[in-house]
């Protein structure tokens, strides 16, 4: 049994984040993957065709490896584009098959929890590759934040982000789309708590650090949430990387009344090279449980955390390596008991793809789901039906990932779509 590939595409296309679609071709037989945003995905295509054409798409691990080697002094951007090839893989092993990839995998669970992304008041504005607000034509019709950046040539995340406060940042705004996420079903929530406050100054804000009214403001917002959703809903919240270790601690000590799921990225440590030693200094302070990994690449990098005291993992399998290497992360945090929460800012293929291997991870949480606010996510795919219902992803029988992109919608959306 062989399915020889015979092409190998990709699309970028701009939605709140950049959705890098691939296509690998046996003949008329495709599978679809996704790769997590990062610039110049496009410009490798005729790299990679040349190293996938003739190949077997059943030899993943052979092909991962080639990739590896060939890719040897590239960086991790090209790991994203592998992860979305890995991907592709499994999708069209399992509709050559006829199977659903988390049964290829030995999953059993068909239910898969979800966790929205919920910003602030309301949700975050569209970014590109490189973390810079766009203004795209559907944003007028979404509740989106449109007010709180200074600048537009700065990164949306971090400390060189320029913004000013409005009501959107507000515990009431806050508590009142908490309560609109509870109804719509959502057992999990998430915000960004690096926001501005009343009493913003930028120049503290420049060296990671905060004044007590910034950090009870913050509180404020999380006691609003809480009370809102009440004790029956998990709450999260995302400092995106921002603070530096002392604001970081008295931030997560003036929290701990709030019983979080967890505190998302307080300080740099894990933001484009890995300081682990950062980590255990914060979590030695910090009983709110710390979430980290959604920058980190393979199984290897998240064995260097078993030592930091992190105790949710967050691996991005568009970036991290795949559906292959999303198996071995939750594996490994199976082992010690860690729980598996992967980020995922993905279109509904890489969302999909999260979910099938939640389907396997015995310490899994919650998937997050970052599209609340686009108006198309759902409208993109093939067959027509909602994902997520209730707070969870229903894995069905369809084969591969259970769905593929409409192309006719896509090119209603983005008019040079190809693939």
């Given at each position: 049994?062989?399915?020889?590939?015979t092409?190998?595409?990709?699309?970028?296309?701009?939605?709140n984040?950049?959705w890098?679609?691939?296509?690998?071709?046996?003949?008329?037989l495709?599978?679809t993957?996704?790769?997590?945003?990062?610039?110049?995905?496009?410009?490798?295509?005729?790299?990679?065709r040349?190293?996938?054409?003739?190949e077997?798409?059943?030899?993943?691990?052979?092909?991962v490896?080639?990739?590896r080697?060939?890719?040897?002094?590239?960086?991790?951007?090209?790991?994203?584009?592998i992860?979305?090839?890995?991907?592709?893989?499994y999708?069209?092993?399992?509709?050559?098959?006829?199977?659903?990839?988390?049964?290829?995998?030995?999953?059993?669970?068909?239910?898969?929890?979800?966790?929205v992304?919920?910003?602030?008041?309301k949700g975050?504005e569209?970014?590109n590759?490189?973390?810079?607000?766009?203004?795209?034509?559907?944003?007028k019709?979404?509740?989106?934040?449109?007010?709180?950046l200074?600048?537009?040539?700065?990164?949306?995340?971090?400390?060189?982000?320029m913004?000013?406060?409005?009501?959107?940042?507000?515990?009431?705004?806050?508590?009142?789309?908490?309560?609109k996420?509870?109804?719509?079903?959502?057992k999990a929530?998430?915000?960004?708590?690096?926001v501005p406050?009343?009493?913003?100054?930028?120049?503290?804000?420049?060296?990671?650090?905060?004044?007590?009214?910034?950090?009870?403001?913050?509180?404020?917002?999380?006691?609003?949430?809480?009370?809102?959703?009440?004790?029956?809903?998990?709450i999260?919240f995302?400092?995106?990387?921002?603070?530096?270790?002392?604001?970081?601690?008295?931030?997560?000590?003036?929290?701990?009344?709030?019983?979080?799921?967890?505190?998302?990225?307080?300080?740099?440590?894990i933001?484009?090279?890995?300081?682990?030693?950062?980590?255990k200094?914060?979590?030695?302070q910090?009983?709110?449980?710390?979430?980290?990994g959604?920058?980190?690449?393979?199984?290897?990098?998240?064995k260097?955390?078993l030592?930091?005291?992190?105790?949710?993992?967050a691996?991005?399998?568009?970036?991290?390596?795949?559906?292959?290497?999303?198996?071995?992360?939750?594996?490994?945090?199976?082992?010690?008991?860690?729980e598996?929460?992967?980020?995922?800012?993905?279109s509904?293929?890489?969302?999909?793809?999260?979910?099938?291997?939640?389907?396997?991870?015995?310490?899994?949480?919650?998937?997050?789901?970052?599209?609340?606010?686009?108006?198309?996510?759902?409208?993109?795919?093939?067959?027509k039906?909602?994902?997520?219902g209730d707070?969870?992803?229903k894995?069905?029988?369809?084969?591969?990932?259970?769905?593929d992109?409409?192309?006719?919608?896509m090119?209603?959306?983005w008019?040079?779509?190809?693939?």
């Amino acid at each position: 049994m062989e399915l020889k590939i015979t092409d190998f595409k990709v699309f970028v296309a701009q939605a709140n984040f950049e959705w890098a679609f691939v296509r690998i071709y046996s003949k008329d037989l495709y599978g679809t993957g996704e790769a997590g945003p990062a610039p110049g995905l496009k410009g490798m295509e005729s790299e990679f065709r040349q190293l996938l054409i003739g190949e077997d798409a059943f030899k993943i691990n052979r092909i991962v490896e080639k990739l590896r080697y060939a890719a040897l002094y590239s960086g991790t951007t090209v790991y994203h584009l592998i992860s979305a090839i890995n991907i592709a893989l499994y999708d069209i092993i399992g509709k050559f098959l006829n199977v659903p990839i988390y049964k290829l995998l030995g999953g059993d669970k068909t239910e898969i929890p979800v966790y929205v992304d919920a910003h602030g008041g309301k949700g975050l504005e569209a970014i590109n590759a490189l973390h810079l607000p766009v203004n795209l034509p559907w944003i007028k019709e979404a509740e989106v934040e449109t007010s709180r950046l200074l600048t537009t040539n700065n990164p949306v995340h971090g400390r060189l982000s320029m913004e000013k406060w409005n009501e959107d940042y507000s515990p009431e705004a806050y508590a009142k789309r908490a309560l609109k996420m509870k109804n719509e079903g959502y057992k999990a929530m998430k915000f960004d708590l690096d926001v501005p406050t009343p009493f913003i100054d930028l120049r503290r804000v420049r060296n990671g650090d905060l004044s007590l009214k910034d950090i009870d403001y913050m509180a404020e917002i999380v006691k609003a949430v809480r009370e809102s959703v009440g004790s029956e809903v998990e709450i999260m919240f995302d400092l995106h990387w921002r603070y530096n270790l002392n604001t970081a601690i008295r931030i997560c000590k003036s929290l701990e009344p709030y019983r979080l799921r967890w505190l998302e990225d307080p300080t740099p440590a894990i933001m484009a090279v890995p300081n682990y030693d950062e980590l255990k200094l914060l979590t030695s302070q910090c009983s709110v449980p710390i979430e980290t990994g959604e920058n980190l690449y393979t199984v290897y990098q998240f064995k260097d955390l078993l030592n930091t005291g992190t105790r949710v993992w967050a691996p991005d399998i568009v970036k991290a390596g795949g559906i292959t290497e999303g198996r071995r992360i939750a594996e490994l945090a199976a082992m010690y008991d860690i729980e598996y929460s992967p980020h995922n800012i993905a279109s509904p293929i890489g969302t999909m793809a999260h979910a099938h291997v939640g389907s396997i991870a015995n310490t899994f949480g919650f998937v997050e789901f970052h599209g609340h606010d686009v108006p198309f996510w759902n409208e993109i795919v093939k067959p027509k039906r909602r994902i997520i219902g209730d707070g969870v992803i229903k894995l069905t029988e369809d084969p591969g990932l259970g769905v593929d992109l409409d192309d006719e919608v896509m090119r209603k959306y983005w008019p040079d779509y190809n693939l």
